[in-house]
Each structure stands twice: as structure tokens, then as C-alpha cells.
């Protein structure tokens, strides 16, 4: 983006505008902190989900409900990605960083004194706009200060330390509810709230200061983002690549314990397995960017996890179900997913570098929204490993279609 004109000004004059610039000198110096508060958002959807089958007992309310706590937050997590992409491009991160962070404590404090299933479903919707914030801006973030197969390094590097987060998480939450009921995740929650936004405050700098885009400008790059056929078949083919895994995620709890006669404790256990798959292929991204082009990458990442789900869906289909056959599967989906998702945002967010909130707000939506609807899927029919297989196949395949596409329109 160009400098401002120093107009009159004496030749000294441009210096200036060079501060905003400041923080690209060494990012690595914070990418901790980015991380941190971009696994804030989906840390307090994993550390949930063991939790479903005690809060479908203690309020007295179905399995189908209780799985809405999950869809409520996956939906809240799209709709504000919407919003807070153009509000950064226009007012700058730090500020919408930490409204939306203050949202998510005081949506975590409410959710821990929700009296029915519906008001904690509504708790919910309100905890996960406030963590949408971290998730767009902190990719944004690291558009900001830098570009190419060096950001999609940083964004890999960067999902090495987010997924330990959720990939924990499950075994944290199993633990807290068990010891203390489920409100006590809640309280947590609203803790590390408190913790990032004072980290916030103190330690992050703003990327985007001095270079905000007026609203005109803004809304007119999110529509030609709406328009561009590369744009969406990244975001869109991103998402079905990577959220349809949050079908497997809704249904884990009952795959574990109703059809395999598996305690709770363990479903966190087995969760954080296929974590660790999303982490080791993040990793390969790490080492491989720059050796191999992103899109060779992308396609042989979400190749591997359709061959994945299939298997997974051969092995319902076949029957009996055993642990290995859910986990093994769902290590292969896991590990292409982590390769397809840095690639694939790294893909969209470079089609308007200008407008990276924005983008970033948009590819988020469609992952957020994509991972919303699998989820709600995974609670139809009686065999819940059958839905989620299917809904899994179903995703691969969509995103290897809209890959090819947004190859295709390329320039």
C-alpha cells in the first residue's frame, strides 16, 4: 500500500508513516500471542463437547438440544466474522480485538449461570461473536506483516500452537466437568478472557494503524471478494476441507460412549488424537511452503482426507465398529485437513492482500458456517458415526471440486 503524499512537507516529512510498518521488523516476536488469541475462539467449543452428555442431564433436555449448545457457537463464530473483517479494515485491529474480547467474558460468565438448555444455547451464540475476533483478526494479522509462501509458513506456524489449545482441550474439559460439573468450564473460559485482554492491551501493537480503508471503500471490496470465483471456491472449498470435521466432533461423545460402550473420560482422549493429526500435517506445511507450490499442496492435503473418510464410511458400513476403525480413519482426515487449511486461507486472503480483514471475516464465515451445518447434521438419524462419515465424504469431495475451480480462475 502506497505512503502518503508528504504534499509541501520538507523531504524529512515521510518519515512518520513509516511507524505503522514498525511491527513487520520481527512478527515472530509475537506470533505466540496471535495464536493465543486466535485458539480462544474455538478452544471454548472443543473443551465443551465432552460436557454434552452432563448437561443434557442436568437440565433435563435431549441429546439433540444439547448438541445445539455446539451448532449455537459455530453459527455465532460465522456471523461475527462477517462483522469484524471490514471493522478492522476500517478502525483498525486492536480496538475490535478488544471489544470482542470483552464480549467472550462476559458471554463465558453468563453461560455458567444459564438456567435452562435454551438460555445456555442463547449464552453461547453471544460467547462465540466475542471469540470470532481472534479467529478473523488473527490471521489478518499476520497478512498485515507478511505475504506469500512466508505467510503461509507463519500461518502453519502459527496452527502448530492453536491446535495444542483445542487438541488439549477435550482432556481439560472431561476433567473440570467431572471434578466440578460443566459451569466450571464456563469459569474458566471467562478467565482466559481476562488473561487476553490484558495481554492485549499491554502487548500487541496495532498492524493496521494510519491505514484504515473508509467504509465505501471497504463494503466495495467485499463485494468483488462475493464476485470472484477464486475467492470462493478457496473460502468455501476451505471450509468443507476443514469445518466438515466438526460433524465427527458433535457426534464423537456418542459414537464413544453410546455406540461403543467407552466412558466419557475417554472421548477427550480420543478427540485430542485427532488433533494431533491436524498438528503433524500443519507441521509438514511448515517445512514443506516455499518447496512445493500452495496449490499442489492444498490438492494432495484434501486428497488425503477424502481417502480418509471413506475409509471411515467403508468401516460404518461394514460393521462392527471398533476404536480403531473410528480413530485410524480420522487420523488420515485430520493430517490432510492440516495441511489444506493454511494453504487454502493463505490462497484467499491473497486474491485482495488490500482488504485482508475483510477477507479473512469472509473465509471464516464460510468455514464457521460450513462447520455449523455439519454439526447439526451429525445429530440426525440413529447411527451417529454413519452421519458423520457420510457428512465427511460428502465435504471432501465439494472442496476437491471448488479447488479445482478456484485453480482454474486464476489469473
Not at 467474558?105 to 460467547?127: H, K, N, Q, Y
Not at 471503500?217 to 463485494?223: D, E, I, K, P, Q
Request: with cysteine.
Amino acid at each position: 500500500m502506497s505512503p502518503p503524499s508528504p504534499g509541501t512537507a520538507p523531504p524529512a516529512a515521510p518519515a512518520p508513516p513509516a511507524a505503522p510498518a514498525a511491527p513487520a521488523a520481527n512478527p515472530g516476536a509475537r506470533l505466540w500471542l496471535l495464536a493465543m488469541i486466535t485458539l480462544t475462539g474455538t478452544l471454548a467449543m472443543h473443551i465443551f463437547v465432552p460436557a454434552l452428555p452432563l448437561v443434557a442431564q442436568g437440565l433435563e433436555t435431549s441429546v439433540g438440544l444439547a448438541q445445539m449448545t455446539l451448532s449455537a457457537y459455530i453459527v455465532g463464530l460465522a456471523l461475527a466474522q462477517l462483522v469484524y473483517g471490514p471493522v478492522s479494515d476500517q478502525f483498525g485491529r486492536k480496538p475490535v480485538l478488544i471489544v470482542g474480547t470483552l464480549l467472550y467474558t462476559l458471554g463465558s460468565l453468563v453461560a455458567m449461570e444459564a438456567p435452562t438448555i435454551d438460555f445456555l444455547i442463547a449464552a453461547r451464540f453471544f460467547e462465540a461473536v466475542g471469540g470470532g475476533a481472534g479467529m478473523v483478526l488473527g490471521r489478518a494479522i499476520v497478512r498485515d506483516i507478511t505475504s506469500g509462501p512466508d505467510a503461509a509458513r507463519k500461518l502453519s506456524l502459527m496452527n502448530l500452537m492453536v491446535i495444542l489449545g483445542p487438541g488439549l482441550s477435550p482432556m481439560i474439559g472431561a476433567a473440570i466437568a467431572a471434578a466440578s460439573g460443566w459451569r466450571a468450564i464456563f469459569l474458566a473460559l471467562a478467565a482466559l478472557g481476562l488473561v487476553n485482554l490484558l495481554l492485549i492491551w499491554r502487548r500487541l501493537p496495532e498492524t493496521r494503524a494510519g491505514r484504515g480503508h473508509d467504509s465505501r471503500t471497504v463494503l466495495r471490496s467485499y463485494a468483488r471478494l462475493l464476485r470472484s470465483r477464486r475467492f470462493l471456491g478457496y473460502a468455501v472449498g476451505g471450509g468443507c476441507a476443514t469445518t466438515a470435521m466438526y460433524a465427527y466432533i458433535g457426534a464423537a461423545p456418542f459414537i464413544f460412549v453410546h455406540q461403543l460402550d467407552r466412558p466419557m473420560q475417554e472421548v477427550g482422549l480420543y478427540l485430542a488424537l485427532n488433533i494431533l493429526g491436524v498438528w503433524f500435517g500443519s507441521l509438514a506445511v511448515s517445512r514443506l511452503a516455499g518447496k512445493v507450490t500452495m496449490t499442489r499442496l492444498l490438492m494432495a492435503g484434501n486428497l488425503l482426507s477424502c481417502a480418509g473418510a471413506f475409509a471411515f464410511l467403508l468401516f460404518v458400513l461394514a460393521g462392527p465398529l471398533h476404536i480403531l476403525t473410528v480413530v485410524l480413519p480420522m487420523l488420515l482426515v485430520a493430517f490432510g485437513a492440516g495441511i489444506s487449511s493454511p494453504m487454502a486461507v493463505t490462497q484467499a486472503l491473497n486474491v485482495n492482500p488490500a482488504v485482508s480483514g475483510s477477507a479473512s471475516g469472509l473465509y471464516g464465515f464460510a468455514q464457521m458456517g460450513i462447520g455449523g451445518l455439519c454439526a447439526a447434521l451429525s445429530g440426525l438419524g440413529s447411527n451417529p458415526a454413519l452421519t458423520a462419515a457420510a457428512v465427511l465424504a460428502v465435504g471432501g469431495v465439494l472442496a476437491q471440486l471448488l479447488f479445482w475451480m478456484a485453480r482454474s480462475s486464476a489469473p
